[in-house]
């Protein structure tokens, strides 16, 4: 597969990520295929979301040459460069692009950044972005993939819609034309030992499992769950989403 990279600065770095990532990034797969294999799934159901806020798109770059496709990024104003340069630097074929995932949370100014780019916009977290997003989507002719946010453990700290929330806010954003919800995203706490965080992972497939049966018709396919910390977790509790950044890209410099 040619990818070409146009400079030699560029082309260095991104052998440096190569080399940094292929190691760490073989063993995350094998753990999520253990983990699936533990939970009685298939390691297909669950799709890496490489999270590369933090790092540049050379990175992102050496990621893709590695067989990674899915990109998560927390910010639209530090997402919007760097697709711009991933995209300059790197050739693939038109049907094999890097996707992109916007996981963060979003101002409303910043609305309108979030539609085009994102193949799926994790971080719905309120029903004002979601209003916006629908507007915005509506006067650009798209319609968005959406997951709403849910803070399961309730913590004053976390963005996302308390679950006994949830229902009313799909009453409205299910009837708009221009998002089309695919599940549910949440963030576990950040704990010492990561079984902790497996009521929060269960709570939210528990979640989903009644809107299924109260919105037959939406298509809840998608549970984002599972960060460096606890994916392996997420993946027994049912994630189909894990977003991953430090254990592929090393620390990132904030
Ligand atoms: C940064 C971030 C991640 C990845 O975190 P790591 O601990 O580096 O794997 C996942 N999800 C969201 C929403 C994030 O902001």
Redesign the pocket.
Known sequence: MPTPVQNAMSSSLVDQYLQRIRPRLDKVQERIRSAAERAGRSAKEVTLVA?S?GHPAEAVIAAYRLGVRDF?E?RVEEAGPKMGRVSELLTFPPDDAPRWHL??HLQSRKAAQAIGPYVLI??VDRLKIARRLERFAAEVGRVQPILLEINVSGEASKFGFRPEEVEQAVNEIVVMPHLRIQGL?T?APLVEDPEETRPVFARLRALRDRLVTLYPTVDWCHLSMG???D?EIAIEEGATLV???????GP?EE
Not at 243 to 249: M, P
């Open positions: 999270v806020k998560g927390n996981i963060g994790h971080s995203m963030m960060m460096s910390n994916f977003r991953i950044g430090t254990a592929i890209f990132r």
